[in-house]
């Protein structure tokens, strides 16, 4: 399984995920007195923007499709459970701020998948 093909599966995924949550996580910031919450707060706006700007996973799938990408985990014999453990899992394996760390930070449970 190459390496690029993972990364066009996985962009479908995240952008979906992030189009859906991360609208909802200044619910959560709210409630919280942290750092990251404050500064979340803060770039509220912009988040927003950048967040509707992300192309769909339909349009992200027909774009793989036209360079003969897989478009899903099934087609990478990629179980449900090995992508919900990745999306519950993978912020920790560099250190960057990223959508899914920030969605990690704040969840009340663990991300489901599918959603």
Request: proline share 5%; hydrophobic share 35%; net charge negative.
């Amino acid at each position: 399984m190459l390496h690029g093909a993972k990364v066009g599966v996985t962009t479908t995924i995240i952008a979906d995920l992030y189009r859906k949550k991360l609208p909802t996580i200044f619910d959560e910031t709210k409630k919280r007195d942290t750092a990251i919450a404050k500064r979340l707060e803060e770039h509220r706006s912009q988040i927003l923007q950048w967040v509707n700007e992300l192309p769909d996973s339909e349009t992200l799938k027909g774009l793989l499709q036209l360079v003969g990408g897989p478009t899903t985990p099934e087609e990478l014999e990629m179980s449900d459970e090995l992508v919900k453990e990745s999306l519950n899992h993978a912020f920790k394996l560099r250190e960057r701020c990223t959508g899914l760390l920030i969605l990690n930070q704040l969840k009340a449970e663990d991300i489901p998948y599918p959603f």
